[in-house]
């Protein structure tokens, strides 16, 4: 039997924290809200929790200084509707 495997292209992006260090992270998934027009990136640096779960990051995307920059989602209503995005993606998965 003739088998091919795909190997899937992780997309890559380069966060700078407070103190301008870099760090390679793979993105998950991007969205936005329509309603808002808020955009948001799903990411992880690959990194497992003790119960060997990979721990994933949410950041609103600020595109208004030119370069993006990512912030933290720090309405509680705002992190709710997040909560339910993640919650559909992960049935589907």
Do not use: C, H
């Amino acid at each position: 039997m003739d088998t091919k495997q795909e190997e899937i292209e992780k997309k890559m992006m380069t966060i700078v924290d407070d103190n301008g260090n870099k760090e390679e992270v793979e993105v998950i998934f991007a969205f936005e809200f329509k309603d808002t027009k808020k955009e948001y990136v799903v990411y992880t640096k690959n990194e497992e929790d003790e119960n060997g779960n990979i721990t994933i990051y949410v950041s609103n995307v600020n595109r208004e200084m030119g370069e993006p920059q990512l912030l933290t989602v720090e309405d509680e209503d705002e992190w709710n509707r997040i909560k339910n995005v993640l919650r559909e993606l992960a049935k589907d998965e």
